[in-house]
């Protein structure tokens, strides 16, 4: 592809579009006479109740209606319509990464200990890719927002507004969605129902819905060992036999499962006093990961030419089940010269996956690969909970002077076990090797645990000054403070029981016993974040406003335990050194101009954004030299600029449009030593991977180019009847897969996705058909691991099986064409 000619095309079609668009000529020829007029989306995300247009910040607001109308159903599709954010879309298994305005230093987006975009249930922050069902809109926050949303404000913030409990109304709905999918075996289904009621008429209401998504999934695993240990995982790929007696195939392994259930419960029993108490819970069941080794294996690897365009290669199937919840308490109270609100919220989730370890082992160069059979996995299991509470007053008064102060309380406890299994290696060591030790039944071969307790105290606020009926200012302030500690330890049963046998340890242990001697690393800071905003209204339909604001996300400490400074150079250490043992905060700084304009009697809108954020200590999530464990580091300076555009119109009273693109140029500002290489220190940038990432290199994870179309055709048919015709094209440029693609980096191609539906509706019912990703386009999304990994040399003289065998590297895909039929019943009691 001519990456070039393609981001000119993408240029092209947003300039035109926006020409189409902002000519009044053409809109009055095309519908002279026009009697709608775009409907104003009420936001809360500057705290106080106000639209899209009012609110003088970057903000985007999808409705209910927008989201049904395109198929919109978790944050991955959010982000195609919303300028400046990317979401890396890594399949149920993986949380999706959240990139906005290119900020990322990751190969497949943020790595580090949190987000560099925080996401809110309502006023509660929750990390989670909810299913959008029961959603009144999803609120997008382009840009810091440190102030008033406090860590991990980074780049912006997303808020999931659900729909409120209606107090004077008993109403209901039911749904489901039949869908079949290229490359999936089965049929697909999503259904569930939404019910609201009055237990007391205007005082007391009960709202509840409940979802069920069963997606089949497309990818197959057909290189799975029958039995790990024992069946070869890289056989004779030229004679079936022995492939059929060592390998098995599964089908469709990246589907899904997931249950999602709401309840809450609203009291209101005085006009000045408003509560609900809310609980939300979601189960997601995934068998394996998005991810295809079709063309990522070396040239040398016999699989290389048989792993198709929808196959991986991975040894072992990779399921994850992950159970979040959260309960919530919100209460709004209204104190006459001002409002008062209380969030109170305790939110958690546990996960237990597995994944294929093997060619991590192998790229240790510990020399696992002599043994013929050799094959590994990990067992991972992590349990979070999280208690939030918040405290703000909002002024009421009508004066020039506007104010908002709050404080904010954050807590989480977190621990993490991995339990990595190595099938036969004992036999293999003890009887081949002949190392005197004994053999371990269990197959446990390391063992680690973390437990991370963290915190996090602010106070903060906001002073607004209508100056006169056009100019207004704004002061913001964020002080903060936060504590982080973790204890963690690893083990390894296999190489002190049939390796070394070392004292202390009983010989013939069997289980998952092990000797933990826990490291207590810790770190806190304090600092302050600042936000200036003046916006001056022009016209009635113009408004102009110019940010400067800051976000942060905390700093830690990774969960690795410390080097032996006295162990011999030759033994085998899984460790932190000095310098890995903490990472620093990272902060971002934005500029920003923009403006607000509506037009043709508000049947036009069209706003716009220029931008240039600094970043500070950029978190980067890297590997330990000693057994390459992930850990986060800090790669100094950053910066991303560019500009986002979005409009909306109404052609005539049949016809609406909307569009959106935006542009990003995301680099980094000074060098980096060592971010991929060894870390020697030495400065020369030789080859050898010292000076990996310059000043000047571009950041991975999100394109410099976005676009997004969309039209929607209303008419009349069958006596009364609502025929509705949608489209939506969304389209962008090209992603590198690691800064500056100096070391093994990657380029992954732009792409372009059409969807259309076509919906037939009456008072209470819909049937719609729809078809996503029509022509079938066939994309990488992002990268697993770099593509150095493709023939990752191990020690020279191994033989056994040498490189050929390694499958580190692979796609995370776009998902292939969906052709479904959805049905809705609304119904009123």
């Known amino acids: 592809m001519n990456t070039h000619k393609t981001l000119f095309k993408y240029s092209a079609i947003a300039l035109a579009m926006s020409s189409i668009l902002l000519t009044p000529k053409s809109i009055a020829q095309a519908a002279p006479k026009v009697d709608n007029q775009i409907e104003k989306i009420e936001i809360t995300a500057t705290r106080r109740t106000g639209t899209v247009q009012d609110a003088p910040l970057n903000i985007t607001a999808l409705t209910s209606d927008t989201l049904a109308e395109?198929?919109?159903?978790?944050?991955?599709?959010?982000?195609?319509?919303?300028?400046g954010l990317t979401v890396v879309d890594q399949g149920g298994r993986n949380d999706s990464p959240i990139i906005v305005r290119g900020l990322n230093t990751n190969t497949s987006g943020p790595g580090s200990d949190g987000e560099t975009v925080a996401t809110y249930v309502g006023e509660i922050p929750l990390f989670i890719n909810m299913r959008l069902n029961d959603i009144e809109r999803v609120e997008v926050l382009i840009g810091p927002q440190g102030t008033l949303y406090g860590a991990g404000t980074l780049g912006g913030a997303i808020r999931y507004i659900p729909k409120q409990v209606e107090l004077d109304l008993t109403e209901g709905k039911i749904y489901g969605d039949l869908f079949s999918q290229s490359e999936s075996s089965s049929i697909g289904g999503e259904a569930g129902f939404v019910f609201n009621a009055p237990l007391i008429d205007d005082v007391l209401g009960l709202r509840m819905s409940l979802n069920k998504l069963n997606d089949p999934g497309f990818i197959d695993y057909n290189y799975v060992v029958k039995e790990g240990g024992v069946s070869l995982p890289d056989p004779d790929w030229s004679n079936q036999n022995d492939v059929d007696q060592n390998i098995r195939r599964v089908e469709d392994v990246n589907g899904e499962d997931t249950l999602t259930a709401k309840v809450a419960l609203r009291w209101k029993p005085t006009d000045s006093f408003d509560a609900t108490l809310s609980y939300f819970y979601q189960n997601q069941d995934v068998e394996g990961r998005s991810i295809s080794h079709y063309g990522s294996l070396a040239d040398t690897n016999p699989l290389s030419g048989l792993v198709g365009k929808y196959e991986s290669a991975y040894r072992y199937e990779e399921p994850r089940e992950k159970e979040d919840s959260l309960l919530s308490l919100e209460i709004k109270a209204d104190l006459g010269f001002a409002e008062l609100v209380s969030a109170t919220g305790q939110s958690g989730y546990e996960a237990d996956g597995q994944r294929d370890q093997t060619d991590l082992l192998i790229g240790l160069d510990y020399s696992y690969e002599e043994f013929p059979a050799f094959s590994s996995f990990t067992r991972e299991l992590d349990k979070i909970d999280i208690f939030t509470q918040e405290l703000r007053l909002v002024s009421q008064s009508d004066t020039d002077l506007s104010w908002i102060i709050g404080g904010y309380y954050y807590k989480v406890e977190s621990e993490g076990i991995s339990k990595e299994f190595t099938p036969g290696f004992d036999e293999y060591v003890v009887n081949v090797w002949e190392t005197g030790g004994n053999l371990?039944?269990?197959?446990?071969?390391?063992?680690?645990?973390?437990?991370?307790?963290?915190?996090?105290?602010a106070l903060f606020g906001e002073l607004s000054y209508q100056f006169n009926d056009k100019l207004n200012f704004t002061l913001g302030a964020r002080f903060y403070e936060y504590e982080v500690a973790i204890q963690s330890d690893v083990d390894f049963p296999l190489l002190y029981t049939s390796i070394t046998v070392e004292d202390g340890y009983d010989d013939f242990r069997t289980g998952d016993e092990v000797i933990l001697n826990l490291l207590d690393v810790s770190d806190e800071d304090s600092g302050s974040l600042l936000k200036f905003n003046t916006s001056y209204q022009f016209t009635n339909d113009v408004l102009g406003y110019a940010t400067i604001s800051e976000g942060f996300r905390i700093g830690g400490a990774n969960s690795v335990g410390a080097c032996d400074p006295n162990a011999s150079p030759d033994t085998q250490q899984v460790c932190a050194l000095a310098f890995e043992q903490t990472f620093d905060a990272d902060t971002t700084t934005n500029y920003e101009l923009g403006f607000k304009s509506s037009w043709l009697r508000n049947k036009l809108y069209f706003n716009a954004a220029i931008f240039n954020v600094d970043w500070d200590d950029?978190?980067?999530?890297?590997?330990?030299?000693?057994g390459s464990q992930p850990?986060?580091?800090?790669?100094?300076?950053?910066?991303?600029?560019?500009?986002?555009?979005s409009s909306r119109a109404i052609i005539s009273n049949e016809l609406s449009m909307y569009a959106t693109y935006s542009f990003t140029k995301a680099e980094l500002r000074e060098n980096v030593l060592g971010l991929f290489g060894n870390g020697d220190g030495d400065g020369a940038a030789d080859g050898d991977g010292d000076i990996d990432a310059m000043s000047g290199d571009r950041l991975p994870g999100s394109p410099e180019h976005q676009f997004?179309?969309?039209?929607?055709?209303?008419?009349?048919?069958?006596?009364?009847?609502?025929?509705?015709?949608?489209?939506?094209?969304?389209?962008q440029s090209d992603v590198i897969t690691q800064i500056g693609n100096r070391e093994s980096g990657d380029v992954l191609g732009g792409y372009s996705l059409n969807n259309l539906s076509a919906s037939i509706s009456d008072d209470n019912w819909a049937v719609t058909f729809y078809v996503d990703n029509m022509f079938d386009k066939y994309a990488f999304v992002s990268s697993r691991t770099n593509k150095g990994d493709i023939g990752l040399a191990v020690s020279p003289d191994v033989n056994s099986n040498g490189v050929d065998i390694l499958r580190s590297y692979g796609h995370y895909l776009l998902s292939p064409r969906k052709v479904g039929l959805k049905f809705t019943y609304d119904f009123e009691l």
Request: net charge negative; proline share 2%.
């Open 70 to 83: 395109q198929n919109i159903g978790d944050l991955e599709d959010v982000a195609r319509w919303v300028p």
């Open 440 to 457: 371990r039944p269990d197959s446990l071969e390391y063992y680690s645990v973390d437990f991370i307790d963290s915190s996090e105290k």
């Open 618 to 626: 950029a978190q980067v999530a890297g590997a330990t030299l000693n």
């Open 631 to 645: 850990i986060t580091t800090n790669a100094g300076k950053a910066n991303s600029k560019g500009l986002e555009l």
């Open 708 to 731: 997004s179309f969309g039209f929607k055709y209303t008419t009349e048919i069958l006596d009364g009847k609502l025929l509705d015709l949608v489209y939506g094209l969304t389209a």
